[in-house]
Structures are given as C-alpha cells and as structure tokens.
C-alpha cells in the first residue's frame, strides 16, 4: 500500500468502522437488515364490564390503551374517554403499550363506564 507521501508499506489500510474481518472483506449487514418485515402478530383481548357485556378486540402488541379504548368504543358505542380498563387494582394509563403492560392474547381486562 502506497501512502500519501509515496512511502511503501505492508501493511493493509483500516477500514472506517475499524476492524476489517479476517477474510479482509467488508462486514455483512445483520441478517435482520436483509429479511423483509414480518407481519405484527395481531392479539385477542377480552374486556368484561360484569354488567353482562363481554367484548373481545383484535389488536396488536405494539398498540396503547388509548388505542384499545377507541377500538372498543367502535364496537361498544361509547366514547373513549369514559372508558377505564383495569386488571384488579391497576388503572391501565393510555399512553403506555399492551406489550409493556404484558397483556397477551386471550387475556382478560375488566371494562368499567366513568
């Protein structure tokens, strides 16, 4: 390898991530990079307001309370705002996701009217 001041030396040029591989190619990408998106694996939750009405809603993991509350007015023809869903004595809050709360398919959430 010829440097800028026209020395000659043996050694290989560093590439900008640093560290070339022992094959002296480039890094590949991940793996995950390369594949196409998979599809979000859609949940079933169920909502019982213990006033004789059971609703069970599609939904994705990925989506928040608030998001569950309008698909369940959508279904249940009330508004989003006086809807409140709680397991026991937690109040689910809407800005916060099914996945961090944990909520997986075929749960269960109690539905109360404020």
Known sequence: VVN????????????????LPASGRAAAPPRSALQAPRPARMIEVICNDRLGKKVRVKCNP??????????LAAQI?????????????????????????????????????N
Do not use: C
């Open 4 to 19: 800028s001041a026209g020395q000659v030396s043996g050694r290989q040029p560093s590439s900008p991530a640093g560290v």
């Open 77 to 113: 023809g009330t508004r989003p705002e006086k809807l409140r869903i709680q397991k026991w004595y937690t109040i689910y809050k809407d800005h916060i996701t099914l996945e961090d709360y944990e909520i997986h398919d075929g749960m269960g959430l109690e539905l109360y009217y």
């Open 62 to 71: 990925e989506d928040t309370i608030g998001d569950l509350k309008k698909l």
